[in-house]
Nanobody
C-alpha cells in the first residue's frame, strides 16, 4: 500500500511559478510511473505530466510543454512538478498518482491505482 501526499499548491498571479511535490509513504517509487493530473473547475480530470522512476523518462501534456517540468528527488523520494509562466487556465486541483502503465497508456488515469488527495492551484490576479 502506498500513500501519496501532495504539497506546494496555492494562489499565484499569472506569469508566476509554483512547485508541487508528491511524497510517498509506505513504499518507494522504484518500478513505478508517477504522474500529475489536474481537474479544472467544472471539467474532467486531465493528464499533465508523468515520470518513470526507473529510467527517468518524462512525459508532458502539450498544454504545459515549455512551462512545466517534472523531476524526481531520490533522496527525498518525491516527484516534483515545477510550473512556470502560469496561466489562469492552469487553475485546478492537482493530483499525484502512481501506477505501472505501459508507455502508450502513460496518460490514461485508469492505469494509476494510488492517488493523493490533491492540492489546489489558483492562478489569478
Amino acid at each position: 500500500q502506498m500513500q501519496l501526499v501532495e504539497s506546494g499548491g496555492g494562489l499565484v498571479q499569472p506569469g508566476g511559478s509554483l512547485r508541487l511535490s508528491c511524497a510517498a509513504s509506505g513504499n518507494s517509487f522504484s518500478g513505478y510511473a508517477v504522474a500529475w493530473f489536474r481537474q479544472p473547475p467544472g471539467k474532467e480530470r486531465e493528464f499533465v505530466s508523468a515520470l518513470r522512476w526507473s529510467g527517468g523518462s518524462t512525459y508532458l501534456a502539450d498544454s504545459v510543454k515549455g512551462r512545466f517540468t517534472i523531476s524526481k528527488n531520490s533522496a527525498k523520494n518525491t516527484v516534483d512538478l515545477q510550473m512556470n509562466s502560469l496561466k489562469p487556465e492552469d487553475t485546478a486541483v492537482y493530483y499525484c498518482a502512481v501506477g505501472r502503465p505501459i508507455v502508450s497508456a502513460i496518460r490514461n488515469q485508469q492505469m494509476y491505482y494510488y492517488w493523493g488527495q490533491g492540492t489546489q492551484v489558483i492562478v489569478s490576479s
